[in-house]
């Protein structure tokens, strides 16, 4: 970040609903210009936490600054945000001009200035000749840009956008992503974004917080989430990933020693949560499809054991492969091109190579 | 067997609409009778009974009573019943269905049990026979369907865009002033217009309530039935019917009657 200047500030927040927690105890800090995403699935407490960001919620516990402002009590209309929904919410008795007008008209602001600034924020989504119609005439996802522009032009503190593309066609929905990025960095506004698909946030996000149970799993830049997940919510959450039982035996000399499949294998100690496996308990070891790889079978290098090819899917880009071990288990092995499927006929016998670098243990839940 | 299935289809369409409409039928052709008898089909053609019905005093009196009273009941439950709904259709409070349950019980509950309750109450505080009882007694009678137009309308009216107004600044009167009431009109004037017919023709629980000096259409009708059995009656109700029909035809033109008539489907 060009700065460290906190934008908007949880600290300690709790909302629950009829007893059960949907926000239990978060903090999170985002800063000055930063694109920070809440990811996970429904029912994580994702919109809860931006429902009391936007005040639309009180907390029952803990406190909420915006600009460094207590606004925890205060109403969403004394607060300094914009907000863009998953069903648009363009006023339909209003045409384009006037819903992006409003929120300057309700802040006072001189009719003489509200018709350039209108104007300029059509522009800056590229809808610049859209003003007298009237949101129906308009397709899905040039009623969001409306409504993006309509949540900016009022120059608020941060953005918050509560699913805004889920209801967009797939076609559209990239386009849309990119357009949304390109305005963010270029006018370099405070963005909190909320969503369950994991690849817009890892595309979208400087930060991603992914979310469970009403708590943040995780909150770390979207390389470092893929690369280095802290638990095996988090794990399984974001890309794809292979999970096999195995053993812990113990932790020597900076790894960590397990076996798998009948097979030893030492892990480097900072992959997963280590220091709550004991020695001899159960656990999970997670590798990505892309860091196996197929090789002879009875190879030194097989150090995940021996399989049978079972199915293939292709992928254009890639071909995964899914081997059937002994114990009736499969594991998914991603390879380059088209290959492998000449390569590994189903039926054929073969190896599994993980790259333990790449690879993270934690504890069976 | 196909071609006899829409035969019968037709014929009990046509069954239908003869039967929901002959009696305003009959009664249209009865009004133009020239015997001072209620007859079918009448023997001769005359305008006389409209022109008794239009210059009788007591309907002249009752039109007139009727209109003010609609007008004031109509109107006050068309405030109250859009505030009812609103605060129950948006917030959470304890007792929200208890209130819910009372403001829509006239529904169910006899009008004449309703027209006595009032009777007795006026009484007791001394405002038997007056304008207001009568009004107090109709925007009761009134309010549910007010109501239920209200909450069909807010229904549809998608929460985020309350939400979207309040993120852009809007206190909550300001949401409602111009997101709500805006987008709730159609379904007000819906409501408005039910209840205003709905009161215009009332007439059990108005005839307990009303006196010789506030006695409405309906209830003139029914004591000009009593002593006389004349088509005055159906020409006076031909009149009625033409003048319903002409506002139902500019409200469905303006409003949409489904949308309307939905207050009464729904629940």
Redesign the interface.
């Given at each position: 970040m060009m700065t460290d200047t906190i934008s908007v500030s949880v600290e300690g927040a709790v909302k629950s609903f009829g007893g059960t927690p949907a926000v239990d105890g978060v903090s999170l800090k985002i800063r000055k210009g930063e694109f920070l995403t809440l990811l996970g699935p429904s029912g994580c407490g994702k919109t809860t936490l931006l429902n009391l960001i936007a005040g639309f919620l009180e907390p029952e516990r803990g406190e909420i600054f915006i600009d460094g402002e207590a606004v925890t009590h205060v109403p969403p209309y004394r607060r300094s945000i914009g907000m863009v929904f998953q069903s648009y919410a363009l006023f339909p008795h209003m045409t384009v001009a006037e819903n992006v007008a409003f929120g300057l008209k309700m802040h006072k602001v001189p009719a003489s200035e509200i018709g350039p600034r209108v104007a300029e924020a059509l522009e800056m989504v590229r809808l610049p000749q859209m003003g007298p119609r009237t949101p129906r005439q308009l397709s899905g996802g040039q009623q969001q840009r409306v409504a993006l522009a309509r949540a900016l032009v009022i120059k608020p503190s941060v953005i918050l956008l509560d699913e805004p593309f889920s209801a967009i066609d797939k076609n559209l929905r990239a386009d849309m992503q990119v357009e949304l990025k390109r305005i963010q960095k270029r006018i370099g506004i405070t963005t909190l974004f909320v969503t369950h698909d994991q690849s817009e946030a890892l595309s979208l996000s400087d930060r991603i917080a992914v979310m469970s149970h009403g708590k943040i799993e995780q909150l770390s830049g979207p390389a470092e989430l893929y690369r280095n997940p802290a638990s095996s919510f988090v794990a399984s959450f974001i890309g794809d990933i292979n999970r096999m039982p195995c053993t812990v035996i113990g932790i020597e000399a900076g790894e960590v020693v397990l076996k798998a499949n009948e097979h030893v294998l030492r892990l480097p100690k900072e992959h997963g949560a280590v220091d709550v496996l004991a020695a001899g308990s159960a656990a999970l070891l997670f590798a990505r499809p892309e860091e196996l790889a197929l090789v002879p079978a009875q190879g030194v290098e097989a150090n995940l054991g021996e399989g049978v090819v079972d199915t293939h899917v292709y992928q254009g880009t890639h071909v995964d492969v899914y081997v059937r071990f002994g114990d009736g288990r499969a594991v998914r092995v991603r390879h380059p091109g088209f290959e492998a499927l000449e390569r590994f006929p189903a039926g054929t016998a073969v190896g599994v190579h993980a790259n333990l670098a790449q690879a993270f243990v934690f504890p069976e839940k | 067997m196909d071609r006899l299935l829409r035969v019968l289809y037709g014929v009990l369409i046509g069954a239908t609409l003869i039967y929901v409409t002959l009696p305003s039928l009959v009664v249209v052709v009865t009004a133009f009778s020239d015997k001072a008898l209620l007859m079918f089909p009448p023997t001769g053609f005359s305008l006389k009974w409209f022109e008794r019905a239009w210059t009788y005093d007591d309907f002249r009196k009752g039109m007139v009573n009727g209109l003010i009273i609609t007008a004031w009941a109509s109107c006050i439950a068309l405030a109250v019943g859009t505030m009812a709904a609103f605060v129950i259709e948006r917030f959470e409070f304890t007792g929200k269905r208890t209130l819910e349950a009372v403001l829509l019980s006239p529904l169910v509950i006899p009008h004449f049990t309703l027209g006595i309750a009032m009777l007795i109450l006026a009484s007791e505080i001394s405002l038997s026979r007056t304008f207001s009882l009568v009004v107090a007694c109709h925007v009761i009678l009134v309010l549910p369907f007010v109501m239920r137009s209200v909450y069909v309308s807010l229904k549809n009216i998608?929460p985020?865009?309350e939400?979207?107004?309040?993120?852009?600044?809007?206190?909550?009167f300001?949401v409602f002033m111009?997101?709500d009431l805006?987008?709730l009109a159609p379904g007000l004037a819906g409501g408005w217009l039910f209840a205003a017919i709905l009161s215009f023709n009332e007439f059990t629980a108005t005839l307990f309530v009303t006196g010789q000096r506030t006695q409405t259409l309906p209830v003139a009708m029914y004591t000009y039935v009593r002593e006389y059995a004349d088509p005055t009656m159906a020409a006076l109700s031909s009149m009625l019917i033409a003048v319903t029909v002409l506002f139902l035809v500019a409200a469905n033109r303006w409003l949409g009657l489904e949308r309307i008539l939905s207050i009464e489907a729904r629940h």
């Open positions: - | 998608d985020a865009l939400r979207a107004a309040a993120s852009l600044g809007a206190s909550p300001r111009k997101i805006p987008l």
